[in-house]
T-cell receptor
Framework: QKEVEQNSGPLSVPEGAIASLNCTYS??????FFWYRQYSGKSPELIMF????GDKEDGRFTAQLNKASQYVSLLIRDSQPSDSATYLC???????????FGAGTRLFVKA | DGGITQSPKYLFRKEGQNVTLSCEQN?????MYWYRQDPGQGLRLIYY???????QKGDIAEGYSVSREKKESFPLTVTSAQKNPTAFYLC???????????????FGEGSRLTVL
């Protein structure tokens, strides 16, 4: 059974700081990983996708993948109160079918 | 605008009743999914469908049923056999191509079911 592990938090950072969110995965053959943001009471929305080792940057967001360590991270630079949400890490190796989600990390950005 | 529409947003059910949650998409996606989310937990897959007239059980299919008669529609019925149905239900779709990156999920707004 594939698993994705995340620290549930909450992770609290001051406004303007870098927020670092981490997850580990169990399937060494997994290739594609997704970060979804979910505001309270709302549905998840995709913010980053990564499948190559190394870093991928999009605006204030950087996703990092280390396949040797089976580790995925999301960095949020210049954190804003509007970034306060739960961030879900997902192993999407099978093209969407049976994507495995972590339980999510709650992030709180203090103004 | 393309997207996924779920209805109703809120639903109350008495024990022993079946309820059906609607999910319609106009993204022309082949694959559709139903997930359940409980407080403080991640998403758990109930059922998924890769093509019309075909669907597969996910990890927690017991007490649920689905149909896929049209590409655009994937309704979920929560039956009385589901012992703890109170949860947030999310419908999603994806392009359905089994390739790297093909797994992006697009979600509806969700349906919150409460059993009284």
């Amino acid at each position: 059974q594939k698993e994705v592990e995340q620290n549930s938090g909450p992770l609290s950072v001051p406004e303007g700081a870098i927020a670092s969110l981490n997850c580990t995965y169990s399937d060494r053959g997994s290739q594609s990983f997704f970060w979804y943001r979910q505001y309270s009471g709302k549905s998840p929305e995709l913010i980053m996708f990564i499948y190559s080792n190394g870093d991928k940057e999009d605006g204030r967001f950087t996703a990092q993948l280390n396949k040797a360590s089976q580790y995925v991270s999301l960095l949020i630079r210049d954190s804003q109160p509007s970034d306060s949400a739960t961030y879900l890490c997902a192993d999407g190796n099978t093209g969407g079918f049976k994507t495995i989600f972590g339980a999510g990390t709650r992030l709180f950005v203090k103004a | 605008d393309g997207g996924i529409t779920q209805s109703p947003k809120y639903l109350f059910r008495k024990e022993g009743q079946n309820v059906t949650l609607s999910c319609e998409q106009n993204l022309n996606h082949d694959a559709m999914y139903w997930y359940r989310q409980d407080p403080g937990q991640g998403l758990r897959l109930i059922y998924y469908s890769q093509i019309v007239n075909d669907f597969q059980k996910g990890d927690i299919a017991e007490g649920y049923s689905v149909s896929r008669e049209k590409k655009e529609s994937f309704p979920l019925t929560v039956t009385s056999a589901q012992k703890n149905p109170t949860a947030f239900y999310l419908c999603a779709s994806s392009i359905g191509v089994d390739r790297v990156g093909g797994g992006e999920l697009f979600f509806g707004e969700g349906s919150r079911l409460t059993v009284l």
